[in-house]
């Protein structure tokens, strides 16, 4: 952490040695963090997650994302379906027959990727739900669907078809979904894949992550989601 904020801090000055770097994180002002509680930058582990909560309280279940194209793939609706086709995680279960997943495979003793619990366990939507929770003809054969991150979408399609037939839309103006019809993600439900038991783990820093998928109504002014305040952001412009 110490080491992002000091390059931040540094820019493109190009002083880089360690010593420097925590000299000069250990001189910045440090914040008083209001509540011990939410202090610095700690990390939401899966068992905190209340995405993950709503999702396991949930009486939908998984319908898969072709159920979500036709209202979420207008242009008045900002177009989402398209944008996750082109996400990583669209094409998550075709990359574990890359040269990368067969070596990565190789090394844990796994044979075919594409075929194996050990993978596809976080590389296909409700991969580890019991099948009741799966729609007939929901297809294990696609990637990390919407439906990963938004927890199962069966009530949430029935509730938007009767309000659509009533001319709510959603999409001339912004309407207040009901709690627990659909999640919003958080920091915990993204590491519940993005995580150490992966073979290619990458540090998994929030903020920029949330950057790279964010997919917001053309209406909406400000995100919902956000990584938890760090001491350190107290200090930027924002
Ligand atoms: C019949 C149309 C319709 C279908 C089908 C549909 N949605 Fe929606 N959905 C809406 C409308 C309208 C809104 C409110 C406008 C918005 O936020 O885009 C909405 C909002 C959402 C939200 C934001 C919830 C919030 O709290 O603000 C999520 C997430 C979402 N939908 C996911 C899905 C997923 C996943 C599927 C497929 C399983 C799906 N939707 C299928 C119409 C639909
Ligand atoms: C069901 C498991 C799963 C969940 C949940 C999940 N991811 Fe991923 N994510 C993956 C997999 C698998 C890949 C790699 C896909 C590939 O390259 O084959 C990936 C790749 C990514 C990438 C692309 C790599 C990069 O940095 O360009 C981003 C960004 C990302 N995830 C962000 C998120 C965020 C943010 C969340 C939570 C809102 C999230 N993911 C939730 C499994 C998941
Ligand atoms: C705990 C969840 C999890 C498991 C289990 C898992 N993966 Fe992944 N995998 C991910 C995530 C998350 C990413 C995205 C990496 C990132 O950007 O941090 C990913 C990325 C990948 C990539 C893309 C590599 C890259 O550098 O972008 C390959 C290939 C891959 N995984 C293969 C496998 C194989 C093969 C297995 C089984 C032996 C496996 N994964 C098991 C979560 C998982
Ligand atoms: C990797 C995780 C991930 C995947 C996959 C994903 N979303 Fe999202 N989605 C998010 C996050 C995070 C937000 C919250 C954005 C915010 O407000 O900060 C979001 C927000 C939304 C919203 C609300 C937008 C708004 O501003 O009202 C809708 C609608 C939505 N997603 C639909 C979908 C649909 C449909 C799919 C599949 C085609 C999908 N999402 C796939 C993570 C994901």
């Not at 002083?15 to 509540?35: K, M, V």
């Not at 396991?56 to 994302?65: D, L, P, R, W």
């Not at 739900?129 to 991150?149: I, L």
Request: charged fraction near 35%; proline fraction near 5%.
């Amino acid at each position: 952490m110490k080491k992002t904020r000091s390059s931040l801090f540094l820019g493109g000055l190009a002083l880089s040695t360690a010593a420097f770097l925590s000299l000069s994180a250990a001189i910045l002002p440090r914040q008083e963090p209001a509540d011990a509680n939410t202090a610095k930058s700690e990390i939401m582990r899966p068992e905190d997650s209340k995405a993950l909560k709503a999702i396991a309280a949930s009486k939908a279940i998984y319908v898969g994302a072709s159920k979500c194209k036709s209202c979420h793939n207008k242009d008045s609706m900002g177009k989402v379906y398209d944008k996750w086709t082109k996400m990583k995680h669209y094409s998550a279960l075709e990359n574990l027959k890359s040269e990368d997943a067969i070596r990565l495979g190789k090394e844990n003793g796994i044979d075919k990727p594409w075929e194996a619990d050990a993978c596809l366990k976080c590389h296909i939507t409700a991969y580890t739900e019991p099948a009741e929770r799966r729609h007939k003809r929901f297809k294990m054969d696609k990637g990390v669907q919407c439906e990963s991150c938004h927890g199962p979408g069966s009530l949430h399609v029935k509730a938007r078809l009767k309000a659509a037939k009533e001319g709510i839309k959603g999409d001339k103006e912004l309407i207040q979904i009901p709690e627990g019809e659909i999640v919003l993600p958080d920091e915990g439900l993204c590491r519940n894949c993005h995580n150490e038991e992966s073979p290619s783990y990458k540090e998994f820093d929030f903020g920029e992550r949330l950057e790279k998928i964010r997919h917001l109504h053309p209406l909406r002014k400000e995100p919902r989601v956000h990584p938890p305040k760090k001491d350190d952001d107290a200090q930027s412009s924002e």
